[in-house]
Antibody, heavy 122, light 107 residues
């Protein structure tokens, strides 16, 4: 059974870069046709899609964050990562990683990690 | 960007009652790529419905989705105690993928 688990550094200071990793277990990230995505949830803005990386390595970002976001994949470790630069208090949220199918039938995000709280504070 | 508007914000019902939740899109959702999620406190969202009307694996048949274009509905035919939660719609047909603001189903 496929499982996803986020890990990260905990508190982040303003202007720093957030780095989170999602480890995939119980299956291969290289499986044909899946997107691996990041979503965040804050009280003020609800659920917000940050971006996806396709199994082929192509990336897709939310334009509202595109200038600050990088998503990458390390298939040898079965992990994908999120870097979000120039963090501010507005980036305080629970960050989730999740899987979505890119081939028919497309299902939205069918498997989620448990989420990790990221607080931006000096 | 497609804006999803969910209504009502809160739905107060009792176990055994029928719940009808609405999700309206600001423009047509491509290929009806519309999903519904359930979220309980402290948990990640769980996929209930995809493609507007297909139930995800393991989802009870009391959950059903309908609609097309810009108007979508999630129906819970008979509420069980574990169904009281927040429900979100999401469109994944156009970038950026977007979520509605949620409907809380409360006792």
């Amino acid at each position: 059974q496929l499982q996803l688990q986020e890990s990260g550094p905990g508190p982040v200071k303003p202007s720093e870069t957030l780095s989170l990793t999602c480890t995939v277990s119980g299956g291969s990230m290289s499986s044909f046709g899946y997107y691996w995505g990041w979503i965040r949830q804050s009280p003020g803005k609800g659920l917000e899609w940050i971006g996806n990386i396709y199994y082929s390595g192509n990336t897709y970002y939310n334009p509202s964050l595109k200038s600050r976001v990088t998503i990458s994949v390390d298939t040898s470790k079965n992990q994908f990562s999120l870097n979000l630069s120039s963090m501010t208090a507005a980036d305080t949220a629970v960050y989730y990683c999740a899987r979505s199918s890119g081939t028919s039938p497309k299902r939205g995000f069918d498997i989620w990690g448990q989420g990790t709280m990221v607080t931006v504070s000096s | 960007e497609i804006v999803l508007t969910q209504s009502p914000a809160t739905l107060s019902l009792s176990p055994g009652e029928r719940a009808t939740l609405s999700c309206r899109a600001s423009q047509s959702v491509i290929s009806n790529y519309l999903a519904w999620y359930q979220q309980k406190p402290g948990q990640a969202p769980r996929l209930l419905i995809y493609g507007a009307s297909s139930r995800a694996t393991g989802i009870p048949d009391r959950f059903s989705g309908s609609g097309s274009g810009t108007d979508f509905t999630l129906t819970v035919s008979r509420l069980e105690p574990e169904d009281f939660a927040v429900y979100y719609c999401q469109q994944y047909g156009s970038s950026p993928w977007t979520f509605g603001q949620g409907t809380e189903v409360e006792i």
